[in-house]
């Protein structure tokens, strides 16, 4: 071959790879979301300077004042709480009498009241809760008798402001409708005239994460014991003072677990330890995930170890290689897809009749069990055979399904495992999403508060429940009992929902009767 066309064949591929490029561009632009798919590959290895910007290299903070200079900020007096609401909200009381005068009134004398203020929202409307605890003495002795108040509940922010309604509202804006802080406080001071100072809104999210950790690591415990835990992972950018540029890249390893709780787990790196560490030694079952090798390092680790533990190949990320390649071959990358249709077809035929676990096995056994050697003899035969370029489009989509194809039919063997990890890609979404708007985390410690969140509220609405709904019960409930085992596992978002939905259908019986 001579010169001149070896330099035309290299410049017909870097159009080639140009046009896929542009063709990603418009798709991430102007597809359906189902449709947005990532290839980095595209761009270069990583650390090559031709990586795809992250989608949150421009942002902000998770508390957005974190990020703000003390020199720049008003140093002005704020007025006290009550000032800065108006004067015409609206006031919810409630008189807490003591037990005791309740058991004999006569016997006793009001010798005083001591109010506590909570500033409390519901949808639409904001009003201030006020519970008055009355002091009593005896009636026949004031001077020398003891005196009795009410005594107070534990609340999730200890001589916190802002009720367990409000603090529901903020926290749920934040994770799961992506809106910062700033724009809260700007809101609920257009909307309300109220004044709810993003450093508060920043301040409570810590204290409360705090408090809701313990949920977290009992549901950790329940899905380590599941058998089938999915994982992905997602890069988030954090503010690092000592990184070039003043931000470092994090990382929210996801799980989840057959029966629908969702974990995020915040690291600041992609380092394979990160897995290997929050799953432990004794884990034993089906670990469904994409390509990256920190799985099946770990499944081949744990069978050395005598342990059980298989890795569920992501079909998926197989089939969007020959979704990528159509246009390059459009007739074999086709034949791959209508495979990979009747694959579907017979899953979602599954998923309509409710078929169990043994009924999926014997099924996928039959029917997609030789769909599956189909698609690994044509690859195998595709590269033995045919002139397949490496850097293809279609090359690449060969060489990774047989890469991945060692865990490709763990599913066809485990009714419980899906064929792809599109359930945990559809769970990250909210925090992608949330990265368009909020665009930086604000510290590393701010990483492990959002996980807290993420976690509960995300599984919370994956059992079928509103999650402002169940936050705000939580929080009032958890710090009454914080020291009782059976209740905290009452709280979790699993057991939680079933309670929730068991009282609403007996309050629909009742009111039917």
């Not at 791959?336 to 694959?343: D, S, V």
């Not at 490496?390 to 194809?405: D, M, N």
């Not at 969140?453 to 705000?472: C, K, M, N, Q, W």
């Amino acid at each position: 071959m001579s010169e001149d066309e070896k330099t035309i064949r290299e410049l017909r591929e870097q159009v080639l790879v140009l046009q896929q490029q542009l063709d990603w561009f418009k798709r991430q632009l102007f597809g359906r979301s189902s449709e947005q798919f990532e290839h980095p590959e595209l761009f270069g290895e990583p650390g090559s300077g031709k990586e795809l910007p992250s989608g949150g290299a421009d942002a902000p903070a998770e508390g957005d004042a974190a990020s703000e200079k003390t020199g720049g900020r008003n140093t002005r007096k704020r007025p006290i709480r009550a000032g800065r609401l108006p004067d015409n909200l609206p006031r919810v009381t409630e008189v807490v009498t003591p037990p005791e005068v309740l058991a004999d009134p006569g016997r006793w004398k009001l010798l005083g009241e001591d109010e506590r203020k909570w500033l409390e929202k519901e949808p639409g409307h904001f009003y201030l809760r006020v519970k008055v605890y009355q002091t009593y003495v005896p009636a026949d002795a004031p001077s020398t008798g003891k005196a009795v108040t009410a005594p107070a509940p534990p609340t999730i922010i200890d001589s916190g402001f802002w009720g367990e309604g409000l603090l529901a509202e903020v926290l749920c804006n934040r994770y799961l409708y992506h809106l910062p802080y700033a724009r809260q406080e700007n809101l609920y001071k257009t909307r309300f005239g109220i004044e709810l100072s993003r450093m508060t809104m920043s301040d409570g999210t810590g204290k409360v994460a705090g408090q809701l950790g313990i949920l977290t690591r009992l549901m950790k415990e329940e899905m380590l014991q599941c058998g089938y835990i999915r994982a992905d992972e997602t890069e988030v950018r954090y503010l690092d003072r000592d990184a070039p540029g003043g931000s470092s890249r994090g990382r929210f390893w996801v799980y989840k677990a057959a029966g629908g709780d969702v974990l995020f787990d915040w690291q600041l790196s992609r380092e394979h330890h990160h897995f290997t560490d929050w799953i432990g030694e004794d884990f034993e079952g089906v670990i469904g995930s994409d390509g990256y090798d920190a799985y099946s390092n770990y499944c081949r680790t744990q069978t050395l170890r005598g342990k059980t533990a298989e890795r569920a190949t992501c079909h998926a990320h197989i089939r969007r290689k020959y979704e990528a390649a159509l246009k390059e071959k459009p007739r074999v990358a086709g034949w791959f897809m209508k495979i990979y249709g009747r694959l579907y077809r017979i899953e979602a035929a599954l998923r309509e009749c409710r078929a169990d676990r043994a009924a999926k096995e014997r099924y996928r056994q039959r029917h997609s069990g030789p769909l599956l050697d189909l698609i690994d003899k044509a690859n195998k035969h595709l590269l033995q055979k045919s002139k397949i370029r490496p850097k293809s489009r279609f090359g690449e989509a060969v060489r990774y399904a047989l890469g991945q194809w060692e865990g490709a039919g763990t599913y066809l063997s485990h009714g419980q495992v899906e064929i792809d990890n599109n359930g945990i890609e559809r769970d990250i979404r909210p925090s992608a999403v949330g990265k368009k708007n909020w665009l930086f985390i604000g510290s590393p410690e701010a990483g492990d508060r959002s996980a807290v969140f993420y976690s509960l509220l995300i599984s919370a609405r994956h059992h079928g429940v509103d999650p402002e709904t169940y936050l705000r019960d939580i929080l009032k409930r958890l710090p009454g009992c914080s020291t009782d085992p059976a209740a905290l596992r009452g709280l979790l978002p699993a057991n939680w929902a079933a309670a929730y939905k068991a009282a609403q259908t007996s309050a629909e019986i009742t009111v039917a009767a």
